[in-house]
């Protein structure tokens, strides 16, 4: 049933249905949020080739890429070779208000950007350290594993932002000078390596679940035209969780579910943190890309392993 509502020049429909089972809102919650918090999540979108989560009525979640046929003109797109499907994909850019409301009133909730910018496809803007908790959703081990990464950092001469990732983990971005894609990789997968050296009873690089045995994952596999999800994105979980920005010194005292997109709003007032937390993009040190070539890939290790043990289990069961 449509409302009759207009924002910009956006019809908003079936506002006060439900987003998904156990939001605990409705689509006008999600529309209300994200028109909120523009100014804020437009800048970490824009000109950047974008993924959104929706769920339609009825359906399952689903991540869409390309964007549908029915998109209007006024929504600004770009072409990007999809390694996965083999395939150029039409990517929309979300870089205005307009464009943001239309994709809330698609029931997308959530955001997620590339890490490179559409006027060059070539170079990744961010290292980012995805933090992943074990078993059991314990908050406080990924706080205690952040800390090992910013202090990897700061040896290396680097800063970065930290933000929940709407989720159960963490997300710490470094914003870096154009590197080649390779070496952006090596570097990120150094500064995971060695911030698992400073503590390895507490987080682990090791990228087959079952390995980690318990500890924090240290992920550093979002390179170039990978996504993360953007600050301030809700999430499709739970009780609408957004991944909120803050300072290193509150990651202590918060749990992921302070932030939603109920509370974000009245917490965030006129700030914008992560803006403010950003440093200025930095050099990658040689000594990182240099140390990260060493290390192997891990979605190529992992692949490699996980056959060398499908062929020991064979071998084993025909013995």
């Excluded at 710490?172 to 390596?193: L, Q």
């Excluded at 009873?201 to 924090?216: P, Q, S």
């Excluded at 918060?254 to 007032?269: E, W």
Aim: glycine share 6%.
């Amino acid at each position: 049933m449509s409302t009759g509502e207009e924002r910009d020049g956006v019809a908003l429909t079936n506002l006060d249905q439900p987003i998904f089972e156990g939001a605990g809102a409705t689509k006008r919650d999600l529309v209300d949020y994200l028109d909120a918090v523009r100014d804020r999540i437009i800048p970490v979108l824009r000109d950047r080739p974008l993924s959104v989560v929706r769920i339609m009525r009825g359906q399952d979640k689903f991540m869409q890429k390309n964007v549908p046929k029915y998109t209007p003109d006024w929504v600004n797109t770009v072409d990007m070779w999809a390694e996965t499907s083999k395939r150029d994909v039409t990517y929309a850019l979300c870089d205005s208000r307009r464009t943001l409301l239309w994709f809330a009133n698609q029931r997308a909730v959530e955001y997620h950007p590339t890490l490179v910018r559409a006027d060059d496809l070539a170079h990744t803007t961010h290292m980012v350290l995805d933090l992943d908790p074990p078993e059991g959703d314990d908050f406080g081990l990924v706080v205690r594993a952040a800390g090992l990464i910013r202090e990897t950092l700061d040896t290396a001469g680097l800063a970065g932002a930290v933000k929940t990732s709407g989720a159960k983990g963490i997300h710490i971005f470094v914003p870096i000078e154009p590197a080649p894609m390779e070496d952006v990789a090596a570097a990120t997968r150094a500064i995971a390596a060695r911030a698992e050296r400073l503590d390895p009873d507490l987080a682990t690089t090791a990228f087959i679940r079952d390995d980690r045995h318990g500890k924090v994952f240290l992920d550093p596999t979002r390179v170039g035209g990978a996504t993360v999800v953007c600050a301030y994105s809700p999430r499709l979980r739970p009780g609408c969780p957004v991944s909120y920005p803050l300072d290193w010194s509150d990651l202590g005292d918060v749990s992921p579910r302070d932030f939603t997109i109920h509370t974000a709003p009245a917490l965030l007032g006129t700030a914008d943190p992560w803006a403010r937390h950003m440093p200025a993009p930095q050099k990658v040190p040689a000594d990182l890309i240099a140390e990260g070539h060493t290390i192997p890939v891990p979605r190529v290790q992992a692949m490699h392993e996980g056959k060398r043990r499908a062929r020991a289990k064979r071998q084993a069961d025909g013995s």
